[in-house]
């Protein structure tokens, strides 16, 4: 009969899993990234898998995890480098330019279409305009220093915000101008964040590989009084950005 403990049975010792070698190059280049400045460059694979004699299967597998994370930046014909710390935003009512600004970076806009459209069902109850009414609907490509950090997808009711778009599309700031041409008040805003895939146009104008995770923000945006004011969604480069927020304990 044969031993159990010899056969793997429920008592023999179990053995801790093998690390992949990927994972520990990985590590060792997460080290090494770390202490380098933004826009340093990284060995080729074929240096790399010399330097640490592994495959250069096992380099590239390391090199896109890394670039995945937004540790590393590829650049066609020119190499890897060292990328840019991810914008951290805070979880509050502020526009896209205040935040990107507090992170010392300069913030831009591309705006790809604005229009005046029927209100579907959804946007219809969100915006408390009716079946039979009118949103405006505004596209944007957000930058931070020159590059693409995300798409923005922006739905206001008419006829409140009558004359707005024109105002947005000479580069003004939604939220300030909703307070100063339109005496909004904001009050509060209720916000997802999920993880998304980018389509194939929305991953080309972000600049992004294929299947690179994206992060698919939703704000439905109130005034003081309680009014439904805008609801946006905005996909981010999950490789450029991160969401920061302050919890406290509840009170009682």
Do not use: C, N
């Not at 991810?86 to 009512?93: D, G, I």
């Not at 970076?105 to 229009?115: G, W």
């Not at 300030?176 to 008040?185: A, H, I, N, P």
């Amino acid at each position: 009969m044969l031993d159990p403990s010899a056969a793997g049975g429920a008592d023999a010792p179990s053995r801790p899993p093998r690390e992949p070698k990927y994972w520990g190059l990985k590590q060792h280049l997460l080290d090494r990234v770390r202490s380098l400045p933004a826009g340093s460059p990284i060995p080729t694979e074929r240096a790399l898998a010399a330097e640490f004699d592994v495959s250069r299967t096992t380099v590239r597998q390391a090199l896109a995890e890394l670039t995945v994370e937004g540790r590393l930046v590829r650049v066609q014909g020119k190499g890897t480098f060292v990328a840019a710390p991810k914008v951290a935003q805070p979880l509050q009512l502020t526009s896209y330019t205040q935040d990107t600004l507090s992170q010392g970076r300069r913030p831009a806009s591309r705006l790809l279409d604005i229009v005046e459209e029927p209100a579907d069902e959804q946007l219809a109850r969100l915006l408390g305009v009716g079946t039979d009414g009118m949103v405006l609907r505004m596209r944007r490509l957000r930058l931070a220093d020159g590059e693409p950090m995300a798409i923005e997808t922006t739905h206001l009711p008419l006829p409140r915000f009558r004359g707005l778009g024109a105002l947005l599309a000479a580069g003004g700031s939604l939220y300030r101008l909703m307070q100063e041409r339109f005496d909004v008040e904001l009050g509060h805003a209720d916000e997802t964040i999920e993880t998304a895939l980018a389509t194939p146009e929305e991953t080309e104008l972000l600049g992004a590989d294929t299947g690179l995770p994206m992060l698919l923000l939703s704000r439905h945006v109130f005034d003081a009084g309680g009014t439904t004011v805008e609801w946006v969604q905005a996909l981010y480069r999950g490789d450029r950005y991160k969401f920061v927020a302050r919890l406290d304990p509840p009170h009682g």
